[in-house]
């Protein structure tokens, strides 16, 4: 029924097309020739100014075989990481991998390749169907840009899912924190660190300070937080009165996410104001949590489909955010599975052919559970 040799060298087609974050052009100019030609109403958005990427969300529809029954969706996403330009494929032993040079860009070409593959699949082994759309995001490497400022009214589906989680094919991600990104500019005063010390604040002190008083860490078995960096570059004759920090917090419940967030802020405040300095704390939130339970049909589908492979289906919760979090926040109930790509945003990033396969046949069973 799989097409290996066409997924496989669709695969490569993908991973060789130049598509480092921001540099989307390139890419979002193939699929929307190549899902044209496949007979799909095709657009893209207009979020790439806001973004400042060089393209903007691809939304495709596949119209209905079954009018009455419901729209579902499924999203990959176009963009890499670095480094990403000049990609050279290998295949050993049955696995895709990069030269080593550069990534291999299963992450997320994985997706788009599985997208590819099921539109064949479904025109050349026809089977009832509502709507389905196909949302192929840019940014996602860039804290999910496009999905961010997506318009859900563009994606009418019932419900949905990401093509974007590592693990094995069966894996469902139902569950995935949201992100606050703390920055903050600590102040002190400079002075004579050799002559007159005292009459100095030392914005490190204040920030070191700070950080001590701070949760940080596995918070609970829901909520993270960590410190990026803090900078405060100057000489060592001189007090250093400026440091720049920049740390993060994540949570599966947003009361949890914000808690954490007035902890950090508040350490940061009051290590300042009792050390005679001051701190400008800016927070911004990234992205949305969601979770969803067994019983809910975004889940159940899926559950079912990954049964019809004679696959045991695996439910997990996962501590970093994808396009489903914004999609999901939208009101599009979205989960994410597993594609099977490994050691993504590095050089040995790999993908196994069989995985590769499996995808579209998942999805195809998936479609097939979302009329009964």
Known sequence: M???ERVVSQFLEFVQINSETTQEREIADYLLALLTKLGLEVEEDDTADATGHQAGNIIAKLPATMSDAKAIYFTSHMDTVVPGTDIKPVIRDQVIYSDGT???GADDKAGLTAIIELIHL??????????IYFAIMSGEESGLAGSKLFDAKKLPAAFGYALDSDGEIGTIVVAAPAQAKIQALIKGKAAHAGVQPEKGISAISITAKAITRMPLGRIDEETTANIGSFVGKGPTNIVCDQVQLVAEARSLDSDKLNQQVSKMEEALRTAARQMGGEAEVDVAYLYPNYRFEESDEVVQV???AIKQMKKTPKLTVSGGGSD???IAGKGIPTVNLAVGYRHIH????????????????LMYHIVKEAVK
Request: aromatic share 2%; no cysteine; net charge negative.
């Open 102 to 104: 550069t990534i291999l």
């Open 346 to 361: 590095t050089k040995n990033e790999s993908i196994a052919i069989q995985d590769l396969t499996e995808i579209p046949l």
């Open 2 to 4: 799989i097409n290996q």
């Open 324 to 326: 489903a979090n914004n």
């Open 302 to 304: 899926a559950v079912n």
């Open 122 to 131: 479904l025109q050349e082994y026809p089977i009832p169907h509502g709507d």
